[in-house]
Each structure stands twice: as structure tokens, then as C-alpha cells.
């Protein structure tokens, strides 16, 4: 970790002991590393107990290895998302909120579905109401109703109030039903993790007091993405009595309005209700001059170069056609990489440091097909996404996975029953006949696995796949997704001094043992929303078109949409330390074959 020397402003936040402080900073300006420097210092004061909280497991992770692992940081620090703050508090105290045992995380959107569709099913009035609607209707529907759902929980209201003068107030019947199928499955979704803790705390003082005495600080970073259910949460952690606590955040880099979040909580609420001092950090410590004023006039600021000021690229390329960007965005990277080394970049050019971004995944296609062709290697970079699996052997065995360690799951123990094609996954005669013979195998070493002897059930299960008669392609799929489930248990295991099987799936749920796979070599590909709070030496930034970026969407509601997306390219452009390259299509083929002519992105005209 290259040692750096922090500045005065930086240096005087770092010092502040209690009290409630909100820092407003430009990107770059050096919050995360401030907000480290400070956690290190006060633990280890006497009374240094701190919950530091982020958005991303990554920003966690990278916390944590700042902090280092000496036994006082681990015993006094907690680092982590609200999410995994609050399982790690309903995993002691689910009891309280009416279950008998630990209900299970259903993370994925299609369980979500699957919920809704049971839902709707379940209540002739609405079941008559979708069977009605087209297949493109029906979709709207249980995407309407799933985000009914949501906004509920995360603006902190009941599903009577959320109704109330809406449109959609026949969905708040569909809320209860959701959550009654969710509870007979033993099961909460991810909004629930939180919303549950906020409920203990504010209907049970005496375990919110707990919490309170078991901290001394509470830091905050990205505070500009606090959503309502968050910052309650927060509030009603500290109740009355706890005034310690630093939200660290930028308005410019508010990107997650679509969640409920505003950067008025930290603004406004946290200053108000906290009495909070606010003190600006402005300096821009990480990107290059180039790189610094064409974020400056992309969002009218005057944030300052300080330093040691690298000159640094930044350039924007109207590429004639989608496959022409991608020529220019990998002919750059040879041609960077030839070059090997810049006076403008510390050390060799190499693939580790470079990145390219885009709004959304789809605009990846072309330039993915040309780093194949050229031999160059990339990987996505993941968020706080959970292990998804691929192969037929290992969706079976998510499956069984999940109905072993929570009997009660019965959606996903249908779903299994309809993928194998069974009546009932208990009856080994049936699996052995099943559409996936192997599943058989699968159960029955699952059936006595504990998290003591899963490394030796993993391995156990390594050699049935490479026995089987599955078809080579298949059967190497399967075996990387079996040996990637392995590198997470082993991640799992170095997190957890008490682990168990239950734990084991959750952290997968939330994304917690991400770090484990080494898979990540090569170029960086990644969406804006997952690269923020990181850096590159050098970006990439394709697909800059109006209507791509921003999104047609926002386009047509224009408002604070449209200044979010704004926001995320002011995130991508102050990702990059040294060269920053934007380029855009001037035409893009649509999926039905027709090429619709595109033009540069409203955010850029100011900058050509
Ligand atoms: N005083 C300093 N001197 C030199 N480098 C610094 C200093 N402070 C921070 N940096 C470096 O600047 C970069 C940006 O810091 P950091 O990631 O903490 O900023 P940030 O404000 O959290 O950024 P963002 O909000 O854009 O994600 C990092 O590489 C960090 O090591």
C-alpha cells in the first residue's frame, strides 16, 4: 500500500472525535481513505467500538484490508453493508420478530416472481385480473406489484398508506399475501433484512439499547445513495442518546434514486434531526488534470488539481458504428500496451490496469467479441450479486441445497420437483429416473452434509461429475461452478469463527465471500453502478449515445432521472486516474435488424 501523506481538511476530519459530522466531498477527494484513517485512530482508543457501514461488500472488503487484522480491529471494528450488518443482528434475534428459526434469504428476482405469481394465484379476484392480460401485460403486472412491494418497505410505510390515493391500491391486498407465502416458506427477501432490524429496534428499546452501548462511533460512507428504510434504521439505532456518528458523502454521485434513495437524508435530515456539522473536502487526489476539467465542465465545478498534477488524457471518439468503437477501444489498449509504459502511469502498462464502462451490460457485445478475437483477457466485475449457477448439475444442487437447510422452502423445492421432472425429490427411486440421474447422487450427499464435512461432500461430488457420462462441455461447466462454490466455502470459512451451513448460504445470498474466486484477471469490464467508489489508471467509458447514455427512459422523464444519469457519468468519468477515453455509435443495430442513427450524449456537448 503506496504511503501517502494526507492533507490538513483531511488530516482535521481524521481527528474529530464525538459528535455528529457530515462530510460533503468531491470525487476523489479522498472520503474512503479519510473515513479508514479515522476508524483506525479511534479504535484504538480505549472506548473505539465502531460500526463502519458501506454500500458494497468490495468497499467493505477494501476497508477491512486498510484496517488490517490485528485482534483490536477485529474485535472492535465491524465493517460492513447494511445488509450484512443487519442478517448478522436477526441471525441473534429472529425470535423476537415472531420466527422460530432463522428465516432464509430468497435473493433472486425470479423467486421474487415466482412469490408474486403465487400471490396473484391465490386470491380469485386478482388471479381472473392476470389470467385477462396479455403475456407483455402480465409481466407488467407482477413487475408493478413486486415494486408496491418494495416501495412499502423502503419509504417505511404500511401497504394501506402506500395504497391510499394511488393507482395502485388493489396491490396492497397482494403485500400481505406476498408476505404470508414468504413466512410459510421461512423465508425473507432482501428489503426484509432491514426493515426487520428497524422494526426490533423501534419496537424494542432494551435490544436497540444494546446495540447503542455496543458502539461508541458510527461511520457512513456513500451516504448520498441512503434510501428512507436506512436512514430510519440508523435513527433508530442511535434513539435519543447516540450522537457519534460520521455520514460521509458526495450529492454529485447520487446514482440510486431508482431504490428510494436521495442525497436529502444525509443533506438534510441527518443535519437536522443530528445536528450536524458539515465540512467540505474539495481536492481531487486521484484523477489527472485532463480528467479533473472535463468532470469540472460536465458538472459545472471547480474542483481543484492538487499536487502533483499529471497532465493525463481524456479524449472522445465518434465512432462511425458500434463494431468501429470497438476497434478504436481495443486498438487503443494494443496500442497502449505495446507502448508498456507512460510517464503519465506508475509502473507497466499492463491489462490490471485498464477498465471499460458502459450504462448497462448490453453494450458490451461488440467490444467483448473484439477482445476475443485479439487474445486480450477480460472479466466482469461483480457487485454484491450472489453465486449463480449455470449447469443442470449445479442448479440441481442450489436446489437441494436450499430445501436441506431450509425444510420449509417449498417454492424452491418445487421448482426442483418441475426441473427434474419428479413428485416428490424424496423418493430416490423417482430421482434416479429423473430427467438428471445424477440428482440422486447429488441428494444423498447432500443428505448428511454439515459445514464440517462439506469440503469433503464438494470433493466427494467432483469425482461423481467426472465420472458421469455428462457431455464434455457440460461437464467441465459443472466442474468450474463446483470448484467456485469451493473457493467461496473457503472464503466463508476464513470470515466466520462460528460457521455453519446456514450462514454458509446466506453470505452467499449477500455476496459475501465475492472476493473468494481469483478469477479476476485481465481487462476490467463493468457497469458504471458497479465500478463506483473504485479506480482505474485508465477508462474506457463506450456507448456515450443519447438515449444509451443517459437512458432513453430517463430521457423521456427528464427531471431528477435525468440528473442522476448525469451523476453516473460524472461517477465514470472520476473512476479514471490518468486516461479517461469516451467514445460513441453513431449508429446501433436494434434487435430486429434495422440500424437507428444515434447522436452524441447531451452530457458531452459541452466538451466537444
Ligand atoms: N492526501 C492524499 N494524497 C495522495 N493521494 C490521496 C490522498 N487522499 C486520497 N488519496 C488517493 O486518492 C484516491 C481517491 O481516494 P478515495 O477513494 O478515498 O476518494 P473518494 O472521495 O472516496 O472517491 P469517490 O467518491 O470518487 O469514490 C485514492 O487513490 C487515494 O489513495
Not at 396491490?171 to 404470508?180: A, F, K, M, R, V
Not at 483477457?377 to 430445501?403: E, H, Q, T, W
Request: glycine share 4%; hydrophobic share 35%.
Amino acid at each position: 500500500m503506496q504511503q501517502i501523506n494526507l492533507s490538513p481538511k483531511q488530516q482535521e476530519i481524521v481527528g474529530l472525535n464525538e459528535g455528529a459530522f457530515l462530510i460533503l466531498a468531491s470525487a476523489g477527494s479522498g472520503k474512503t481513505r479519510v473515513l479508514t484513517e479515522r476508524i483506525k485512530r479511534l479504535s484504538e482508543s480505549p472506548n473505539g467500538k465502531i460500526l463502519a457501514i458501506t454500500f458494497t461488500n468490495k468497499a467493505a472488503a477494501e476497508i477491512r484490508e486498510r484496517l488490517g487484522t490485528s485482534d483490536r480491529i477485529k474485535k472492535n471494528v465491524f465493517v460492513g453493508t447494511f445488509h450484512s450488518f443487519c442478517q448478522s443482528i436477526l441471525e441473534l434475534r429472529f425470535k423476537l420478530l415472531g420466527y422460530s428459526k432463522m428465516p432464509h434469504i430468497f435473493e433472486d428476482d425470479a423467486d421474487r416472481i415466482e412469490l408474486i405469481k403465487q400471490a396473484i394465484k391465490s386470491v380469485p379476484y386478482f388471479d381472473s385480473i392476470y389470467n385477462d392480460l396479455e403475456p407483455k401485460k402480465k409481466n407488467q403486472y407482477t413487475y408493478n406489484a413486486l415494486q408496491f412491494i418494495s416501495t412499502v418497505k423502503r419509504e417505511v410505510l404500511t401497504a394501506e398508506e402506500l395504497a391510499e390515493g394511488s393507482e395502485n391500491n388493489e396491490y396492497e391486498y397482494l403485500y400481505e399475501t406476498y408476505q404470508d407465502i414468504l413466512k410459510s416458506n421461512n423465508a425473507i427477501d432482501f428489503d426484509d433484512i432491514i426493515r426487520l432490524v428497524y422494526e426490533l429496534f423501534t419496537n424494542n428499546e432494551s435490544v436497540a439499547n444494546l446495540y447503542r452501548k455496543s458502539y461508541s462511533y458510527i461511520c457512513i460512507d456513500e451516504c448520498q445513495d441512503l434510501n428512507k428504510l436506512q436512514y430510519y434504521l440508523l435513527k433508530s439505532l442511535c434513539g435519543n442518546t447516540f450522537k457519534s456518528i460520521m455520514m460521509v458523502g458526495d450529492p454529485n454521485q447520487a446514482i440510486y434514486g431508482f431504490n428510494g434513495s436521495a442525497a436529502s437524508f444525509m443533506e438534510e435530515d441527518f443535519v437536522s434531526d443530528f445536528a450536524a456539522n458539515k465540512i467540505t473536502l474539495d481536492e481531487n487526489y486521484r484523477c489527472s488534470k485532463s480528467v479533473i476539467e472535463a468532470s469540472n465542465v460536465l458538472m459545472n465545478l471547480e474542483v481543484e488539481v492538487v499536487n502533483f498534477v499529471i497532465p493525463g488524457v481524456f479524449e472522445i471518439y465518434e465512432a462511425s458504428s458500434e463494431n468501429d468503437e470497438a476497434q478504436f477501444v481495443v486498438g487503443t489498449i494494443k496500442k497502449l500496451l505495446k507502448a508498456t509504459t507512460h510517464k503519465d502511469i506508475e509502473g507497466d502498462i499492463t491489462f490490471d490496469k485498464i477498465s471499460i464502462l458502459g450504462r448497462n451490460k448490453y453494450v458490451f457485445t461488440q467490444v467483448e467479441e473484439e477482445l476475443r478475437a485479439e487474445s486480450i483477457p477480460f472479466y466482469y466485475k461483480s457487485g454484491n450479486a450472489s453465486i449463480k449457477f449455470s449447469s443442470a448439475s449445479m442448479k440441481a444442487f442450489d436446489l437441494f441445497f436450499r430445501v436441506k437447510i431450509n425444510p420449509l422452502d417449498k417454492l424452491h423445492q418445487k421448482r426442483l420437483e418441475d426441473m427434474l421432472k419428479v413428485g416428490d425429490i424424496n423418493s430416490s427411486e423417482e430421482l434416479k429416473s429423473s430427467k438428471l440421474p445424477i440428482a440422486s447422487d447429488i441428494k444423498c450427499l447432500l443428505d448428511n452434509a454439515s459445514i464440517d464435512n462439506f469440503h469433503i461432500k464438494i470433493n466427494e461430488l467432483k469425482s461423481i461429475f467426472n465420472n458421469s457420462d455428462l457431455e464434455d462441455d457440460e461437464k467441465k461447466l459443472t466442474l468450474d461452478e463446483l470448484n467456485d462454490l469451493e473457493n467461496h466455502l473457503v472464503q466463508y470459512k476464513k470470515q466466520n469463527l462460528k460457521p455453519s451451513l446456514d450462514g454458509f448460504k446466506s453470505a452467499l445470498a449477500l455476496g459475501l465471500t465475492n472476493n473468494s474466486t481469483n478469477k479476476e484477471t485481465g481487462i476490467c469490464l463493468s457497469t458504471v453502478h458497479t465500478m463506483k467508489g473504485q479506480e482505474s489508471e485508465i477508462v474506457f467509458l463506450i456507448g456515450m449515445d443519447d438515449g444509451t447514455f443517459p437512458d432513453f427512459r430517463a430521457v423521456n422523464k427528464g427531471g431528477e432521472e435525468l440528473q442522476q444519469e448525469k451523476n453516473n457519468t460524472y461517477v465514470a468519468f472520476t473512476r479514471a486516474k490518468r486516461f479517461l477515453y469516451v467514445s460513441y455509435p453513431k449508429k446501433r443495430l436494434m434487435p430486429w435488424g434495422d440500424h437507428k442513427a444515434k447522436t452524441i450524449s447531451r452530457f458531452l456537448k459541452p466538451l466537444v
